[in-house]
Protein backbone atom coordinates (compact mmCIF):
# COMPACT_ATOMS: atom_id res chain seq x y z
CA UNK A 1 0.00 0.00 0.00
CA UNK A 2 2.99 2.17 0.63
CA UNK A 3 4.26 2.27 -2.58
CA UNK A 4 0.97 2.48 -4.58
CA UNK A 5 0.84 5.66 -2.42
CA UNK A 6 4.14 7.16 -3.24
CA UNK A 7 3.59 6.84 -7.31
CA UNK A 8 0.18 8.31 -6.33
CA UNK A 9 1.16 11.09 -5.07
CA UNK A 10 4.28 11.81 -7.77
CA UNK A 11 1.26 11.11 -10.45
CA UNK A 12 -1.07 14.11 -8.60
CA UNK A 13 2.15 16.60 -7.86
CA UNK A 14 1.49 19.37 -10.65
CA UNK A 15 -1.77 19.50 -8.56
CA UNK A 16 0.29 19.29 -4.92
CA UNK A 17 2.09 21.84 -5.92
CA UNK A 18 -0.11 24.19 -6.98
CA UNK A 19 -2.52 24.07 -3.96
CA UNK A 20 1.03 23.91 -2.03
CA UNK A 21 2.22 27.85 -3.60
CA UNK A 22 -1.64 29.20 -3.02
CA UNK A 23 -0.97 28.26 0.47
CA UNK A 24 2.71 29.38 1.21
CA UNK A 25 2.61 32.92 -1.11
CA UNK A 26 -0.55 33.58 1.61
CA UNK A 27 -3.91 33.06 -1.01
CA UNK A 28 -2.30 35.78 -2.99
CA UNK A 29 -3.49 33.75 -6.52
CA UNK A 30 -6.17 32.21 -7.62
CA UNK A 31 -5.85 28.64 -8.49
CA UNK A 32 -9.06 28.31 -10.58
CA UNK A 33 -7.12 30.69 -13.30
CA UNK A 34 -3.57 28.31 -13.03
CA UNK A 35 -6.04 24.75 -14.14
CA UNK A 36 -7.91 26.83 -16.66
CA UNK A 37 -4.02 27.92 -18.56
CA UNK A 38 -2.81 26.01 -21.43
CA UNK A 39 0.84 26.82 -19.86
CA UNK A 40 -0.28 24.54 -16.59
CA UNK A 41 -1.45 21.79 -18.85
CA UNK A 42 1.22 21.72 -21.11
CA UNK A 43 3.48 21.24 -17.99
CA UNK A 44 1.73 18.62 -16.69
CA UNK A 45 1.70 16.53 -19.99
CA UNK A 46 4.86 16.95 -20.34
CA UNK A 47 5.46 15.70 -16.53
CA UNK A 48 3.19 12.66 -16.89
CA UNK A 49 4.62 11.39 -20.39
CA UNK A 50 7.84 11.97 -18.72
CA UNK A 51 6.65 10.30 -15.64
CA UNK A 52 5.26 6.84 -17.38
CA UNK A 53 7.88 6.60 -19.31
CA UNK A 54 10.26 6.08 -15.50
CA UNK A 55 7.70 4.52 -13.54
CA UNK A 56 9.17 1.20 -14.33
CA UNK A 57 12.31 2.42 -12.59
CA UNK A 58 10.45 4.13 -9.89
CA UNK A 59 8.50 1.03 -8.62
CA UNK A 60 12.14 -1.05 -8.51
CA UNK A 61 13.51 1.52 -6.85
CA UNK A 62 10.63 1.34 -4.27
CA UNK A 63 10.81 -2.57 -4.12
CA UNK A 64 14.36 -2.33 -3.60
CA UNK A 65 13.73 -0.04 -0.37
CA UNK A 66 10.85 -2.05 0.94
CA UNK A 67 11.71 -5.32 0.08
CA UNK A 68 15.41 -4.88 1.47
CA UNK A 69 15.39 -6.70 4.74
CA UNK A 70 16.65 -4.17 8.00
CA UNK A 71 20.44 -4.26 10.53
Known amino acids: MKKLTI ?3 FAALPFLLVWAGFVLTAFNFNPHDVFNQG ?3 G ?3 MYWLL ?3 LIPVIV ?3 DECFDKPTK
Open 7 to 9: VLT
Open 39 to 41: AFW
Open 43 to 45: LSC
Open 51 to 53: YVC
Open 60 to 62: EAL
